[in-house]
């Protein structure tokens, strides 16, 4: 038996080893302050007591992770220390020696190992057709998609992130609940939320799939929910489950009396309501739409020119901004708008579940929600809703098609993270690596029914590449690369957001207007 | 997937991991006064820009020759005449007479790796993707297959990416001429060899066999008719071509004999810095470069790589097909990497541009080949600061070579293709031990490869032989390439002339 399950998996491994060598490669590539961020957390947890990590301000760039994360860097620190013990000196500010380099950026490719295991599981709960050519599989479409995706490779591996390790466990957990071990999913998300909290945003999804579809133990004969069989053991475990992880995490500082001072420290509201570079969200177009009506009423004489402060929207500082015809946005604003966008799909869930998959398309919704109406989002957050977006996208051709749209969009917002004339190339090369393999890949698998995207889609999308050549090739030459900096951050983040905004959509489509599915709900 | 979006995936990652590997130093990297060859293919800009071109090969009072004097061929020297010009418009002061002299900044590198980046865009890759589509056998995945590890070769990569030269240039022009050859399309190839051997002069390691192979087609037509028309068509190529490369040359014949002075200095000696040939390697045991004269030592250098190469040359003669074309390619760049005079380690390129080639029908052969050359260059390589990239990029390349090209798991006859030597061997060895053998043989030296590269990194050698580790890698490599010259003369000698086997090689 073994034999054949290992030829079976060979393509696996040649696809994780593949994307571990080119990641090896980028060592010496560029990388953003997060590289110093996570730096400073190595010596902050490795040479200071629990009760300070969250007090200590020498960097400016303080723990802002949940514990668990932080004793994952403790963790770390003690690996680094055979590196190089200079990193783990708190006032070493900026310290990058070559070891320090080569230790952080193998934590990220070693602690990956997680992500890998994770796809392999998704991996395995993919429907497929037997006997298929190795290329068309869609377990092998799907692992190239999770190893080899673009934002995954750029923000991690150049820009320097854990977000590979952290994505591994969220689809990991996601594995699980498809293959209904439900509390260990639960477990993980727990903890996963420990690590880093911005998980928050698809707590929703989870928290009622599970109240509905683990709690409630049967359905009536449409779907829908049956009160009567509601299991309160069950409730009882997955409420001992998380109280007792977040007892975990949180207990020492709670018992410790710091829980305010950790709490204020992982929500700064005090940023913005978009970050320097707009995510290509909602906001990103009502700012935008405020700058067009202010100079069209002052084009027009219906405004008064002198009231405007001056402050231009994207300077490069994270700050607040006022707008100058539309209402100002408030934090409160941002999380009701937020709760609205995602509350359908909920309650969608909650009336038909549909399985794991329902769940999954819940959460993708949920990630996009936040992403677009959020309170200060960066950029980063879309890998959120693009990653657990391919497990459907090679199932269905309706999902396929918003995965290529949201995929591609998302991930070319992610361009302006890389900036440096060196690692121009590469951010090309790779993006069009993932793009021509999700489309060539994704098209070959749903060839029966047609082709994948209509003209105004492929328009749309090919309009992104004179968009590149204009940013970065062709207005750095002009005179205004000077006067006016941001315009290509800003058309980029404009341009995407519609994409974005369309994908979010499409999905809410799917949602709403899914076929009553009581046989395959049963079945799965 | 369509066999096209396969394709560009394969170039894409190849495109990805060359500039990957950019991001790593250079041969001389802040190392003043002599740098290395990235300042020497800066000055040869500096030289060619601002000079007539009369004077790029002569010593004068704006072109020192004793500091990186120009000594490859015209062509060479255009393509650094263009750099140079494209170099003027970005930034002036990279190019300027004199004051250049050692310019370094991040934005030079990366002017510098995009203009190899560019070359290899423009040949060297369509010559891959097109020997791979049209001249390599077997499904479409296997061709994509090929065609991935072709690319993903280490060795060129790490010199053309890390070290920094144009060698992908030649080897383009090279690889355009024997799909030339391949496809029949005779003039086409005569001519972008003719190109190849005035960018770089070590493109000879090749002429006999591209002589051989256009002689053995037009004596197949019969030379007293179609051949010998032929015959005097390619010609006509070959001399077209290279007056028009010389032509700024042909003025005065003074000019170009210094021209080919510079292009071959005998005063250079028999071999420089520790190269796995036999003249190097033979060293440790005879001090050969103090015993003999410099003149015996060019004669007995110049009739052992004739003598070696011969018999390849004649069987190709007769028997004028691709198989046999691209064998004797090896046999005849091999032999003179490893006996003729003056050679440099990263010579060893040449013989692995057509062993690249045989990934397909001989892939453990050719993967253990091209790992032992990226190996024989670590001392050169760790020089530069290589020390990741070499790593990394050989380690994908075996994975890739067992993986895709299924090195390991093919039966010994198709594996080593000996034919009927191979029936005699029988004899002695059965079938699954000569597998076993030679398995056995590649995994151990892998291992001595691995422990070797750790030794040489980790290790500091004794205080009475500070070249050990670098002999130690070149004997050993040496040894490995006499062992593949003899290998591959036995496959091309052996093959058997029967029509059935030309067809399926063809």
């Known amino acids: 038996m073994a034999a054949p399950m290992i030829a079976e998996w060979s393509w696996f491994v040649a696809l994780a080893f593949g994307v571990s060598f080119i990641k090896c490669l980028l060592l010496n590539a560029y990388h953003s302050t997060d590289f110093e961020v996570h730096r400073n957390w190595l010596a902050v947890t490795h040479s200071l007591p629990v009760s300070q990590w969250y007090y200590e301000s020498t960097s400016e760039w303080t723990l802002d992770y949940p514990p668990f994360f932080a004793w994952f860097e403790y963790g770390l620190s003690h690996v680094a220390k055979y590196f190089d013990k200079e990193m783990l000196v ?32 998704c991996c395995k709960c993919c429907r497929e057709d037997k006997g298929k050519d190795l290329l068309g599989k869609s377990s092998f479409i799907l692992a190239t998609l999770l190893l080899w995706n673009f934002g995954l490779l750029i923000v991690d591996h150049i820009h320097f992130q854990y977000n590979g390790f952290l994505f ?188 794991a998959r329902g769940f999954l398309r819940c959460m993708v919704i949920c990630a996009l929600g936040s992403f677009l109406f959020g309170w200060h989002v960066h950029e980063k957050a879309i890998l959120m809703a693009i990653l657990p977006l391919s497990l459907l996208a090679v199932e269905s051709k309706e999902d396929a098609r918003t995965f290529l749209i949201l995929s591609t969009t998302g991930h070319f917002s992610l361009f302006p993270l890389l900036f440096t004339a060196q690692e121009l190339p590469i951010k090309i090369l790779l993006m069009l690596l993932f793009t021509i393999f999700s489309f060539s890949s994704l098209t070959k698998l749903f060839s029966k029914s047609g082709p994948l995207l209509n003209s105004v889609e492929v328009a749309y999308l090919l309009g992104l590449v004179p968009l590149e050549l204009i940013c970065e090739f062709v207005y750095p030459l002009t005179s205004w690369q000077h006067t006016l900096p941001f315009i290509p951050l800003l058309l980029t983040s404009v341009y995407c957001a519609l994409g974005v905004l369309y994908s979010f959509i499409r999905l809410y489509l799917s949602v709403l207007t899914a076929p009553s599915t009581t046989g395959k709900a049963k079945s799965q | 997937m369509e066999n096209w979006s396969l394709v560009s995936v394969c170039v894409l990652l190849g495109l990805t991991t060359r500039w990957a590997v950019s991001f790593s130093s250079y041969s001389g990297a802040g190392k003043p006064p002599m740098f290395g060859d990235y300042e020497a ?54 190019v300027e007479l004199r004051t250049s002299r050692g310019f370094e900044s991040a934005a030079h590198k990366l002017f510098m790796r995009t203009t190899v980046l560019f070359a290899d865009i423009l040949i060297y890759f369509p010559a891959v993707i097109l020997y791979c589509i049209y001249l390599s056998d077997g499904s479409s ?46 003039l086409l190839g005569a001519l972008a060899f003719s190109l190849a051997l005035n960018y770089k002069q070590m493109e000879l390691y090749h002429s006999l066999p591209f002589f051989c192979f256009l002689l053995g087609k037009c004596i197949k037509q019969g030379l007293m008719g179609r051949g010998l028309l032929l015959l005097v068509k390619i010609s006509l190529t070959v001399l077209v071509t290279f007056a028009l490369c010389w032509w700024p040359f ?39 470069k103090t015993l003999l004269s410099r003149d015996t030592q060019l004669l007995l250098s110049f009739a052992l790589t004739l003598l070696s190469i011969l018999p390849s040359s004649i069987k190709l003669l007769t028997k004028p097909t691709l198989w046999q074309f691209k064998l004797a390619l090896v046999n005849s760049s091999l032999a003179f990497f490893l006996f003729s005079f003056q050679v440099h380690e990263k010579s060893i390129l040449l013989p692995a541009l057509p062993v690249c080639l045989m990934m397909n029908e001989l892939p453990l052969m050719a993967v253990w080949f091209l790992l032992i050359s990226t190996f024989s260059m670590l001392p050169l390589l760790l020089k530069d600061g290589l020390l990741l990239p070499y790593t990394v990029t050989s380690l994908a390349f075996l994975y890739l070579g067992v993986y895709l090209l ?56 004794p205080a009475r032989l500070p070249d050990l580790f670098p002999v130690l890698v070149s004997v050993f490599s040496f040894l490995h390439f006499l062992a593949m010259l003899l290998y591959f003369n036995l496959v091309q000698l052996t093959e058997p002339s029967s029509k059935k086997s030309q067809k399926k090689t063809n």
């Not at chain 1, 997680?114 to 796809?119: E, G, L, P, S, T």
């Open chain 2, 41 to 94: 293919q800066r000055h040869w800009q500096e030289v060619t820009y601002n000079l007539p071109v009369q004077e790029w090969y002569f010593n004068t009072t704006d072109n020192d020759l004793g500091y990186w004097g120009l000594d490859y061929p015209p062509l060479t020297a255009y393509h650094s005449l263009l750099c140079g010009h494209v170099a003027k418009l970005i930034n002036p002061a990279w």
């Open chain 2, 406 to 461: 299924s090195a390991l798991d093919r039966s010994p006859e198709e594996e080593l293709r000996l034919g009927s030597c191979h029936k005699r061997m029988q004899n002695y060895l059965s079938k699954h031990n000569l597998s076993l053998l030679v398995k056995c043989s590649f995994t151990v030296s892998l291992v001595a490869m691995a422990g070797l590269s750790f030794t040489s990194v980790v290790l500091e050698p």
């Open chain 2, 141 to 186: 995945k296997r061709k994509v297959a090929t065609a991935l590890c072709i690319l993903l070769y280490p060795g060129l990569i790490l010199i053309d990416y890390g070290h920094f030269q144009y060698n992908s240039v030649s080897l383009a022009l090279t690889l355009w001429g024997i799909v030339g050859l391949g496809l029949g399309w005779n």
């Open chain 1, 90 to 121: 708190v006032q070493n500010l900026n310290y990058a020696s070559p070891a320090t380099v080569l230790f952080q950026r193998l934590s990220v490719i070693f602690t990956d190992l997680v992500f890998i295991y994770a796809v392999k599981e």
């Open chain 2, 250 to 288: 042909l003025s005065d014949p003074q000019l170009i004999l210094q021209v080919l002075h510079r292009l071959f200095p005998v005063d250079r000696g028999l071999f420089e810095d520790k190269v796995a040939n036999t003249w190097c390697s033979l060293n440790v045991l005879i001090k050969i």
């Open chain 1, 168 to 355: 591994g466990v969220l689809l990991l957990s996601v594995a699980r609940h498809f293959q209904k071990r439900h509390l260990e999913g639960a477990l993980l998300f727990a903890v996963l939320l420990n690590l880093k909290h911005i998980y928050l945003y698809v707590a929703p999804a989870y928290g009622i799939f599970l109240l509905r579809c683990f709690c409630f133990t049967q359905n009536n004969a449409d779907g829908s929910l049956q009160w009567r069989s509601f299991s309160p053991l069950r409730l009882v475990a997955l409420g001992l489950i998380v109280l007792s992880t977040f007892a975990v995490s949180f207990g020492p500082f709670i018992v410790k009396g710091q829980l305010q001072q950790v709490i204020s420290r992982l929500f700064p509201f005090k940023r913005g309501l978009c970050h320097a570079y707009w995510a290509p969200n909602i906001w990103a177009l009502y700012n935008i739409a405020d700058k067009a009506l202010s100079i069209l009423g002052v084009k027009l004489k219906l405004l008064d020119m002198s009231k405007f402060s001056k402050a231009s929207m994207t300077g490069g500082l994270v700050q607040e901004f006022q707008h100058s015809v539309l209402p100002s946005v408030s934090p409160l604003i941002t999380l009701i708008c937020t709760l609205l966008s995602i509350l359908p799909a909920v309650f969608s869930i909650w009336r038909r579940p549909n399985g």
